[in-house]
């Protein structure tokens, strides 16, 4: 134990020697670093000395104060002038600037304010409501606001150009116009008016009795100012409004920013604009075609009317003599009821004489909102649709016109055929491929494929699309390739404008290759749509126009394009000699 301490003594005596030497070479290196830093800090200052004395700095910096010191001498007087015109008249131009400032608010937040909202305003005010002064001549408050703020703008700037003049001379009324072109942006234009923007409606409850009054006392300059500016419409062969009015395309607007806040839902805007639209539908949009009509002779008996209801179950049917096309009434099945008890009569009774007629025969031409009307007028729920020459072309029915607003609509009693045949279906195969059911309607297919269909177009649905393209109507298994613009470059805004003209033309077009899986030879049932990525082909027809389609014929398979052309030599040469028979017996005549 004797032995460890000792030990141990030693250790720390050793450790703290070591702590000593450490600390004296640390002092022995601060000395050295001193000296070293003062031998360069003095060897600085003497080459600066020397800079200094050489080159004349000091006397110059003595000179410039000395000079520093006179200007603010001589610059007292006219401080003390800038000074007292500030205190003398600072609040007369405070006054005009804070009116300048007023008058813009006033000027932004009425022209914000959405014409619907002036009109609801106005509806909670009393019969002499400063809203309902505003709703109804919306012309005299601007006139006001704009002769107040021309009349302070004016005012503050010859005040101040006045001020400026008499204490600088002729060189003040370059500063004055600076001066107040900053003060006037910045105070009475910019700030006012971003706020107006951004709190129209509260803006507005607050400066327009403000306005009101001051109309009144403004109002003989106000009136031959806006007969003045009436003058001047008319001469330039404009019509002025002395109420505001909301257009259309500001109402879809509006509606779509109600949506992206969550103020409405997307479901409700969509309704809402349908029913905007309906009045631009015609009959001939939305109608069932007479191909697709399910019909009953007048002469059938209602047995075999109560078939037809078993199998299709539709409360309404046409009701034809000799041909479908001549529609002579409606058969209702609810009329059926009164018959059940009498089945002597099921069977003596036909289908005629138990039918509502005449039917209600409207054009294709006719809008949708006008047909809404008559059905609400007439009170029936089924029209015959004729087209300009009186043929009949199908039927339409209120569900149809319902359905315009609200989307399509399905009860119980309709099978998935049927619903795919109102509908039409769009079903993605693979990347680029899709099937597409010919009823499908145009716009459906331009949204899903992302790609613009051409204009001035005649035709609906897939299937006049596809007649189109073809030039006839297509048997299963031939194919098209077309090429169509790309939606989304139409879409992109005005920042990729330049960037698209930028872009070769090939990358705006798209090949697709349109292939017939179903048809006969009255129409087109099922299409597929494969996406060709071929740009060679598509740099070829770089020429198309846009929203114009250039179509590629091409057959399916080599062996269909042999017998096709082939067919198509043996008709023509077919044509070719009954032309010729033809003129030789008209020659022999």
């Known amino acids: 134990m004797l032995f460890s301490s000792s030990q141990c003594h030693e250790g720390s005596q050793r450790k703290s020697d070591s702590g000593e030497k450490e600390l004296e070479s640390i002092k022995v290196l601060l000395k050295r670093g001193i000296v070293i830093g ?19 700095v000091v006397e110059a910096g003595y000179e410039v104060f000395g000079q520093s010191v006179v200007l603010f001498k001589n610059a007292l007087p006219k401080i003390y002038q800038v000074l007292t015109v500030l205190r003398e008249q600072g609040l007369i131009l405070a006054a005009l ?42 012309t005299r408050f601007l006139t006001t606001i704009l002769i107040g703020t021309t009349v302070v ?15 600088f001379g002729e060189a003040g009324v370059s500063a004055a116009t600076g001066l107040m072109t900053v003060a006037i942006l910045l105070l009475t234009e910019i700030t006012p008016k971003s706020v107006a923007v951004h709190n129209a409606q509260e803006v507005a409850r607050i400066v327009v009795r403000p306005v009101a009054w001051l109309s009144l006392v403004l109002y003989p300059v106000g009136r031959i100012v806006t007969y003045l500016s009436m003058g001047i419409l008319k001469i330039l ?30 479901e409700e805007q969509d309704m809402i604009e349908n029913v905007l639209e309906i009045k631009d539908t015609h009959v001939r949009e939305v109608m069932t075609p007479l191909v697709d009509v399910v019909a009953i002779d007048a002469s059938a008996s209602l047995v075999d ?39 002597d009569l099921l069977e003596s009774t036909s289908v005629g004489d138990m039918a509502h007629k005449p039917a209600y025969f409207v054009p294709d031409s006719m809008s949708v909102w006008n047909l809404l009307r008559e059905f609400r007028i007439r009170k029936v729920h089924m029209a015959v649709v004729l087209n300009e020459y009186g043929g009949t072309i199908g039927i339409v029915t209120l569900e149809d016109v319902v359905e315009e607003i609200v989307g399509e609509i399905f009860d119980e009693n309709d099978s998935k055929e049927e619903i795919q045949k109102k509908t039409g279906y769009i079903v993605m195969r693979d990347e680029g491929i899709y099937d597409v059911d010919a009823n499908t309607s145009i716009d459906q297919l331009s949204e899903e ?4 269909m051409p204009e001035g177009i005649q035709y609906e649905t897939v299937s006049g699309f596809v007649c189109e393209a073809f030039g006839y109507i297509p ?115």
């Open 97 to 138: 600037l804070s009116l300048s400032a007023f008058f813009s608010m006033a000027e932004t937040s009425i022209t914000t304010l959405w014409p619907w909202k002036v009109r609801e305003l106005a509806e909670k005010e009393p019969e002499n409501g400063v809203f309902r002064m505003l709703r109804s001549d919306v």
């Open 305 to 343: 009317f109560h078939s037809m209801w078993v199998t299709h179950q539709y409360s309404r049917v046409p009701v034809f003599e000799q041909r479908i096309d001549n529609i002579v009434g409606i058969a209702y099945a609810m009329d059926l009821l009164d018959y059940v008890q009498k089945g």
């Open 38 to 56: 003062a031998l360069v800090c003095g060897v600085f200052l003497y080459g600066c000395q020397k800079v200094l004395a050489s080159a004349g």
């Open 449 to 452: 494929l992302n790609m613009k």
């Open 237 to 266: 062969g404009l019509k002025g409004r002395s109420e505001p009015y909301v257009t259309e395309d500001e109402l879809k607007l509006m509606l779509r920013g109600a949506e992206l806040s969550g103020a409405i839902e997307e």
């Open 153 to 167: 703008n004016i005012a503050a700037t010859a005040l101040v150009t006045e001020a400026a003049t008499a204490i």
């Open 475 to 589: 048997k299963t298994g031939e194919s098209v390739k077309v090429v169509l613009e790309k939606e989304s470059w139409e879409e992109d805004g005005e920042e990729e404008e330049g960037k698209q003209e930028r872009q070769e033309p090939k990358e705006k077009n798209q090949i697709y290759r349109v292939e017939i899986l179903a048809g006969n030879a009255r129409k087109v049932s099922a299409v597929r749509f494969e996406r060709v990525n071929d740009m060679d082909q598509v740099s070829e027809a770089s020429d198309v126009k846009s929203m114009v389609p250039k179509f590629v014929r091409k057959w399916s398979s080599e062996e269909d394009d042999g017998n096709l052309s082939n067919e198509e030599d043996q008709s023509e040469n077919a044509d070719l000699d009954e032309h010729v028979l033809a003129d030789n017996s008209k020659k022999q005549q």
